[in-house]
């Protein structure tokens, strides 16, 4: 399998919207659930959005239920986050990963293959 690649994160204000892309054409076709997680400095890593092969199951984080969508093209060659209404706290490396969530909180995760993550600062 290739590599993951994220793409998308940068800086913006509280209450502002991104879209966080991952190259992930085999792994789509390959993986039973592709996963957004994310790290913020000091803290844990917390899983934020999973989706399950086929596109049509998903499921979220707590923290991010109702303001972040997963979601993958209808080529199922990229894996997307939307992050809308963004919160200082959302800050974090986000990292997207080939990987099902075994257990939300504790975060329990399958092995598989990250993504070198990228960086989201959200200013107040």
């Known amino acids: 399998l290739g590599a993951l690649v994220e793409s998308g994160g940068g800086p913006v204000q509280a209450g502002g919207s991104l879209r966080l892309s991952c190259a992930a054409s085999?792994?789509?076709?390959?993986?039973?659930?592709m996963t957004w997680l994310r790290q913020a400095p000091g803290k844990e890593r917390e899983g934020v959005a999973t989706?399950?092969?086929?596109?049509?199951?998903?499921n979220y984080g707590d923290s991010v239920k109702g303001r972040f969508t997963i979601s993958q093209d209808n080529d199922k060659t990229t894996l997307y986050l939307d992050m809308n209404n963004l919160k200082p706290e959302d800050t974090a490396v986000y990292y997207c990963?080939?990987?099902?969530?075994?257990?939300?909180?504790?975060?329990?995760?399958?092995?598989?293959?990250w993504g070198q993550g990228t960086q989201v600062t959200v200013s107040s």
């Open positions: 989706i399950y092969r086929g596109g049509e199951a998903t």
């Open positions: 085999e792994y789509i076709h390959n993986s039973s659930c």
């Open positions: 990963a080939a990987v099902c969530v075994g257990s939300w909180n504790p975060l329990v995760v399958t092995e598989g293959d």
